[in-house]
């Protein structure tokens, strides 16, 4: 594990002083792609897996609630994103998985609870199904990508190449402006403002997503379209699926209502009018059913 230090001299005296944890995982031409982590409380290691186009900190509800529980609560910062490093290059899930991997090897983090949401949900799933369960005790899909979003000729419950091309095309032109439009739809604003969602957690959500690198956000949105459907049965652990019925990013159908059927030993929850945050807009849901998938045997 790679971590920066600092030492500050005070007359006669040497102290280190330990910034902000980062690991190194790979290096683009003179500098290091590095990735910032915060690893929070003792006892079993719960590792959340954030969402596009946010960072660990969207976990913010989760990790107050797990951290009392008496779990340690590990958050990172995919590539591109918060605080780690912005590369022009890997965008893609196997990249993800092995970024993913290395963290969990440098931490040397066993009987894990792996919990993804949205497009950390691909991480969870390319992870299982690359590198297997030796380090992992359970799996949490929170609105989740996979099975495989793209529709074809063998997966007719996909959604049409059209829409991530409009996609890419809105970021290209005013990614700030795609990102207002996109946490509308994201927090189900017309509905829920005032009641579960703040302007000022809105406008928190965009600051973040504003400083993500330009080339990572464009180049997820191909990311998304990753078929999920070989690696859904290397799963081999107990999986909780929790969806929102009112989600406008990633229709409650075309994704995890798919999934029982895909996963072993898996059970979906879905949270009646819960949007595609609803780590956050339902967290009073959310988190004790988490809490108790946690807690079984």
Not at 170 to 185: G, L, M, N, Q
């Amino acid at each position: 594990m790679t971590i920066v230090m600092q030492q500050t001299k005070t007359h006669q005296f040497t102290t280190e002083k330990p910034l902000m944890p980062y690991i190194t995982v790979d290096r683009e031409n003179s500098a290091t792609i590095d990735l910032y982590y915060e690893d929070l409380g003792t006892g079993q290691p719960i590792v959340l897996i954030h969402g596009f186009p946010l960072n660990g900190h969207s976990w913010e509800k989760q990790v107050l609630v797990l951290l009392n529980a008496g779990y340690r609560v590990i958050t990172y910062d995919r590539r591109g994103f918060g605080a780690s490093s912005q590369p022009s290059f890997g965008y893609d899930y196997d990249t993800f998985a092995a970024d993913l991997n290395a963290l969990m090897t440098k931490l040397d983090l066993h009987d894990a609870v792996l919990v993804g949401f949205s497009m950390g949900t691909g991480e969870v799933t390319r992870y299982l199904g690359k590198y297997g369960s030796e380090r992992v005790w359970k799996a949490v899909l929170m609105a989740p990508v996979p099975p495989f979003l793209l529709k074809t000729d063998d997966n007719p419950e996909g959604v049409d190449q059209s829409v991530f091309d409009g996609i890419m095309k809105a970021i290209v032109e005013d990614r700030p402006a795609y990102f207002s439009t996109f946490f509308k739809e994201f927090f189900n604003v017309d509905v829920l403002l005032g009641d579960r969602i703040s302007n000022e957690a809105i406008q928190a959500s965009w600051n973040v997503a504003a400083g993500a690198s330009a080339k990572g956000t464009l180049d997820c949105v191909p990311s998304w379209l990753t078929d999920f459907r070989d690696d859904l049965p290397r799963i081999d652990v107990p999986t909780l699926i929790v969806h929102g019925d009112a989600d406008r990013i990633l229709p409650l159908e075309s994704t995890a209502a798919r999934l029982p059927k895909l996963i072993k030993n898996s059970q979906l929850v879905v949270i009646p009018g819960g949007p595609h945050a609803i780590n956050w807009t339902h967290a009073d849901q959310v988190n004790p059913v988490l809490l108790d998938f946690l807690k079984k045997n």
